[in-house]
């Protein structure tokens, strides 16, 4: 088992490497880049005078390609990295912040190259797999034995509802970060008119679909959770801070939902919901850090 779990810690290193590169790479394709022109020329009275002019282009599509390669590097190295650890663990990585975090990155990878092969854009890249970087940063920060296997407690040994419940909230919140890239995206759209940037009508559907994805999977996390409460602590509903987080959050998006298929909301009003969103899912990531609660062994 030892072996097993460095190997997976290896694996997530490469990851992390592969992953930082990725999203240097997608920057530098979304930021673009700038071509400096000089002219010189002759006045009447025999003088030069020489000016020049700056032109913005699109990024090198070189760098988006080699986004999208090493996302996929990222991507191959962080599912090793959750395998080996679930062979040794015998489980689904998510009894701890390290566990949770790892099989995170791998679903941010999974949601996002999904994303850009759907709509063929990697300008999300610069957002959403830097999210994932970030990710990987948080990871190497935490505890080194939080790496360790550790048998369960006795409210997590519950396998079959811990891995639908934990992991349904893993990738409802990897669709949310590609909503918000593509909130993003969208608001810096509208204000400067970027012109190598996808389209706002293209934006706001990736948006949208991102919510219609995580929506139901957050909405599964909370009926679950209060059912597998019910099973480990007597009550369906206890007003954890970590699930009431989860419950905010999922009233934002249902919000986001309700005003753009029934009110018709779109543009800069739907992208700021989306923000508001997204900055909801992380506060329900890490806010039991600062309030503890039921959630707040293991550091989840």
Known sequence: METLVKLSFYCFAASSLALGAAALSYIAFAVGRVRVRRATLATST??????????????????????????WFGGIFAFLAVLLRSIAAERLPTANMYEFSLTFV?????????????????????????IAFGMTLYIWSLPADLREVTPLIPALQAKPMMTIHVSSAIFAYATFSVSFASAILYLIKSKRNIRWLPSLEILDDVGFRAVGIGFPLLSMVLILG???AHDAWGVYWSWD?????ALFTWLVYAVYL????LRGWRGDRSAI????????????????????????????
């Open 46 to 71: 025999g003088a030069t005078v020489t000016s020049s002019t700056a032109d913005f282009l699109p990024g090198s599509a070189s760098a988006g390609r080699y986004g999208t390669l090493l996302t």
């Open 106 to 130: 791998l679903a941010i990878c999974m949601m996002y190259i999904l994303f850009e092969r759907m709509y063929s854009i990697r300008q999300l890249g610069a957002i959403v797999v830097t």
């Open 226 to 228: 209060s059912i597998w």
């Open 241 to 245: 801070p970590k699930e009431t987080a």
């Open 258 to 261: 309700h005003t753009r298929t």
């Open 273 to 300: 919901i989306l923000l508001l969103g997204f900055a909801a899912v992380i506060f329900t990531y890490y806010g039991n850090y600062f309030f503890g609660g039921l959630h707040a062994y293991g550091g989840v």
